[in-house]
C-alpha cells in the first residue's frame, strides 16, 4: 500500500505553483518525455551542412540529419549519406584530398569534385589509417604498417611485426645425435654441405623485405608511422595475467542462465609490462628504449610512509604505459607521453629516432593522482599533446598552477610557456587549421559553465566568442567561418544552434526538440549556491527551493555519481530523470541540495584530489556541511533530511547511514559500491592504491567494514546484470546485514538492469520506492 500511496500524495498535495502537475510515470520515461535531443553533430567535409543524430519523431533508435542554411528545418539524411557523414576522414597536406576506412578498405574523397575512390581492398580490413608528406598513405593491417605512395601509384609493407617468437628450425648438430648422425654417414655430411652452398648463395641476392621482429608473449599496440615512412614506432604489451570476475544474468531468450566475464579487480596483479620500439626503415633495425633514466621513476609512493614495513623496503621497480609516439609535420621531431601506472608521474619525453635514447621535456607529479582535463588519466586513453606549425613546439596541459592549462614547449631552445591561467580550467581545445589559433572551451566565469574562446598559441588575451551561462560544445566549420554549438541551460535541454566564429556571436537555433507535454511544466532553474566546508574548501551545490505555502520543512540531498563528474552546473544535466525528479519534490515541499563534494570535475586538482585514500572522508563530510547549510539558512529540521544517489552516490549514501551516526534519518543507495577491493583497476588504483599494499585506505573507504554501525532507514537498489557495479557487492552487504542482527534496510533487486537502467518500468519502480521511503520517514506518511 505504501509503493502506491505516492501517487496518492502527488495529485493532492498543493501543486499550484506550476501549470502542470508531475507524475512519476511520465518523467521516468526520460528523453521520451523530454523530447530526443540532437547529439554527435559535425560539419560536412565542403562545411555546406552539418550533420547529427536526431530522434524527433521518438522512434525506436535515432536516425541521421542533415540541415543547411536556407532549411526551414533539419531533413532525414539518406541510408548512404548518413554512413558517410560518420566515417573519419583524414586530409592530406593541403586538403585537396580526404582518405577514409569504409568497410575495411581505403577510400578517397576529392574536395573539388566531390570524387570517391576505392583505392585498396582485401578481405583483411585496414585500420590506423594516416596521411605523411608528399601523398604518402599509411595504414595498418594485420598487425603491420603499409605505405602508400599516390603519386608513384605504390604500395609497400613497411614492417614484419609478428607475434610469438622465431620459428626457426633449431640446428641438428647442436645435439648428441646429430653430431653422431654426421660423424657416421657421408650422407649427412654431403646433404649439410649442399645446404650451406645454397644459403651462401642466397645471401648474395640481398632482400629489401623487411627482417621479422618478433613479439614473444607480447603484443603489438600504439603503431604511429613516421610522416615519410622513415620510421614506425611501437609498443610491445604483455598484459597482466589477472583473473576476471563474472557476471550472472538470470532472464535469458532460451530460459538458461548465462555467466559473463567482465573485469578484473583492482589489485597489484594488474600490473602489465611494456616497451617502446623504434623501427628504423632504413637500416632495417629496431632500438628499445630504457625507461630507468627517467626522473623519479625510482622515487617510493608517499604512502608507503604509512606503513612501516612497507617504507622499510626498496622502492619498489614502478612500470610505466606508453602512448602512441606523435611526430611532426615535416619528421624532424618525435614525442611520446609517459605516465606510471601507480599514475603519481607523468613524463613528456622527445626521442632520438636514431638510436631510441630520449630526452626528458616535462615532468608531472601529484602525490595521490594524475589527472584533470586533457591530461591522461588511465592506460589507453591518450589526451592533449600535439605540435604547432612551427614543427618543433609542442602544447599540452598541465596542473602545475592547480588548474588544468595550456602550455607549450620548444623542443629546440628547451623554452616552456604557460599559455592560459587562472582559477579555472581549460576543458577542451582544437587547434586551428593554419596553427596560429587554439579554440578553448573552458570555465572561465564560472566552474559550472561551458564557454568558448580562442587565442594565440603564443599566448594573449582570450577573445570570448560564446560566453553566457550554460554550456556550448563547439564544432568549427572547415572554413573556421562558421560554428555548429551544441547548448543547454539548467532547465534547458541540448539543442543546435549555428553562429559566425567572431567575437561575443549570437546562437541561431536550428533544432527544436522538446515535446509539448515536457513544454507545459515550468521546470526550475536551480540556484548554484556557493558554501564553505569545515576545512574551509569552497563547495557548489544546486538547491531546488519549494513555495514558501507547499515548503514542508524537510530536505534530500542527492549525490551524484562517478566522483570525478560535475552536475552543480549550469547547463542540462545527464541525471535528467533526477533533475525532473527533483522539481517533483520541490513542488511536494522538499527541498533538494545537489553538491559538487570533493573529486567532483571542474574545480582544479585539489579537489579533484580531495578523496585520496578515503573515499567517505571530505566527500562525505561536504554532504554533512551542505546539511548544516540547509538547516540554518534554508529553515529545514535538522531531525527531517535523507540521502540519495546511484553509484559513487550510493557509495556515500551508505557511508552517511554507517559512519555519521543520526545525520540523516533515511537514505536511498542505488547500484552502490559496497567494497571497493571489489571495483575496476584503473579508477580504485588511482585512488585508493592496491589493496596489497594499502589496505587501510580501502578498510576505512569501504561500506561493508562500517555495516556493525548502521543507523538510519536504508533502501538499496541494485540491477542484477550490473557490469560495472556488479550485483555481488549489495550481495555481501546484505549478508553482513544479516548476520549483524540488522533490520533497519531492504533491497529491491531489478532482474534485467545494468550499471544504467533501461526499461521505463524498473526506473518507475526504483523511483516510486525512493518516494515513498522520503514520505514515510521524512513526512509520517
Known sequence: MRLKSFLMLLVFSSLAVHAQSLKLEEIMKGDGFIGRQPDNHHWSLDGTKVYFDWNPDNKPGTSVYYWQKGMKNPQLASPKEAHLSKLDYIPNEDRSIYYYIDNGALHSYESKSAKRTKLYQQSAGISNLKTGVNGLVFFEQNGNIFQMDTNKGSLVQLTNFNGGNSSATPDATETYLGKQQKELFQYIRDQDAKSKWEKDNAKLVKSDFPKPVYSGKASFINLSVHPKGKFVAFSLYEAAESKSELMATFITSDGYNKSTEIRPKVSVKNLFKIKLGIYNKEKDTVYYANFSKLSHIGDKPKYYESYEELNKKEAPERGVFVYPVIFSQNGNYAV???????????????????????????????????????????????????????????????EAAGYSHLYTCNLASGVKRQITSGSWEVRDLKLSDDKNTFYLTTNTTHPGNKEFYKVSVSGGKLEPILTKEGAHLVEVSPDERKLLVRYSYKNKPWELYVADNKVNTSLSQITFSQTESFKKYDWR?????????????????????????????????????????????????????????????????????????????????????????????????????????????????????????????????????????????????????????????????????????????????????????????????????????????????????????????????????????????????????????????????
Open 336 to 398: 611520446a607521453d609517459i605516465r606510471s601506472q601507480d599514475n603519481k608521474d607523468r613524463w613528456i619525453i622527445s626521442i632520438n629516432l636514431e638510436n631510441g635514447t630520449f630526452k626528458e621535456l616535462e615532468h608531472q607529479h601529484d602525490d595521490a593522482w594524475i589527472g584533470g582535463p586533457g591530461i591522461p588519466a588511465y592506460s589507453f586513453e591518450p589526451k592533449v599533446l600535439g605540435f604547432l606549425g612551427d614543427n618543433q613546439t609542442i602544447y599540452f596541459q598541465s
Open 525 to 781: 532553474a536551480p540556484e548554484v549556491i556557493t558554501f564553505k566546508a569545515r576545512d574551509n574548501a569552497f563547495v557548489n551545490a544546486r538547491i531546488y527551493v519549494p513555495a514558501s505555502k507547499v515548503k514542508n520543512g524537510a530536505a534530500v540531498i542527492f549525490v551524484h555519481g562517478a566522483g570525478y563528474l560535475q552536475n552543480a552546473h549550469n547547463y542540462w544535466s545527464d541525471y535528467l530523470r533526477e533533475y525532473m525528479f527533483h522539481n517533483l519534490l520541490a513542488d511536494m515541499g522538499y527541498t533538494v541540495l545537489d553538491i559538487d563534494y570533493r573529486a567532483s570535475e571542474g574545480y582544479g586538482s585539489a579537489h579533484r584530489t580531495g578523496i585520496y585514500r578515503f573515499m567517505g572522508g571530505k566527500d562525505l563530510t561536504d554532504q554533512l556541511d551542505g546539511k548544516k547549510v540547509l538547516v540554518e539558512k534554508y529553515g529545514i529540521d535538522t531531525n527531517r533530511v535523507g540521502i540519495y544517489g546511484g553509484s559513487y552516490g550510493g557509495f556515500i549514501t551508505l557511508m552517511a547511514l554507517m559512519t555519521a551516526p543520526n545525520e540523516f534519518k533515511v537514505g536511498c543507495a542505488i547500484r552502490s559500491v559496497t567494497d571497493w577491493t571489489h571495483y575496476n583497476h584503473d579508477y580504485t588504483a588511482n585512488i585508493l592504491n592496491y589493496p596489497e599494499t594499502d589496505p587501510d585506505a580501502f578498510r576505512k573507504s569501504s561500506p561493508v567494514y562500517h555495516a556493525d554501525k548502521l543507523q538510519g532507514n536504508l533502501l538499496m537498489l541494485h540491477g542484477m546484470v550490473d557490469d560495472n557495479v556488479d550485483y555481488r557487492d549489495i550481495v555481501y552487504l546484505s549478508q553482513r546485514f544479516i548476520e549483524l542482527g540488522k533490520k533497519n534496510w531492504s533491497l529491491a533487486s531489478y532482474p534485467v538492469e545494468a550499471h544504467g537502467f533501461k526499461e521505463t518500468s524498473s526506473w518507475v519502480d526504483e523511483y516510486g520506492r525512493i518516494l515513498d521511503y522520503f514520505n514515510r520517514y521524512l513526512l509520517g506518511k
